[in-house]
């Protein structure tokens, strides 16, 4: 295998690289920081204390089948 025989794809990924970019900025909306931003405030909302896998819900649901537990055990 000679030198001329090597194909070289630098080039070819440099411009498959620059279309996706070009591809990339048109399917972005014209005000894509706001988009962005109002993306990642939506995703840092705090859950409710009460959310499922809560460490407050657990204990409160523990605590309540150990009172009921108590009490029937009591009666």
Same mark, same amino acid.
């Given at each position: 295998?000679?030198?001329?025989?090597?194909?070289?794809? %630098?080039?070819? &990924?440099? !411009?498959? @690289?620059?279309?996706?970019?070009?591809? +990339?900025?048109?399917? =972005?909306?014209?005000?894509?920081?706001?988009?962005?931003?109002?993306?990642?405030?939506?995703?840092?909302? %705090?859950?409710? &204390?009460? !959310?499922? @896998?809560?460490?407050?819900?657990?204990? +409160?649901?523990?605590? =309540?089948?150990?009172?009921?537990?108590?009490?029937?055990?009591?009666?």
């Amino acid at each position: 295998m000679n030198s001329e025989d090597i194909i070289d794809i %630098r080039g070819r &990924i440099r !411009a498959h @690289g620059a279309r996706q970019l070009t591809l +990339a900025r048109l399917a =972005a909306p014209t005000d894509w920081e706001s988009e962005l931003r109002l993306a990642l405030q939506e995703q840092r909302v %705090r859950p409710s &204390i009460f !959310a499922q @896998g809560s460490d407050l819900r657990l204990f +409160a649901e523990s605590f =309540a089948i150990f009172f009921t537990a108590a009490m029937l055990f009591l009666l």
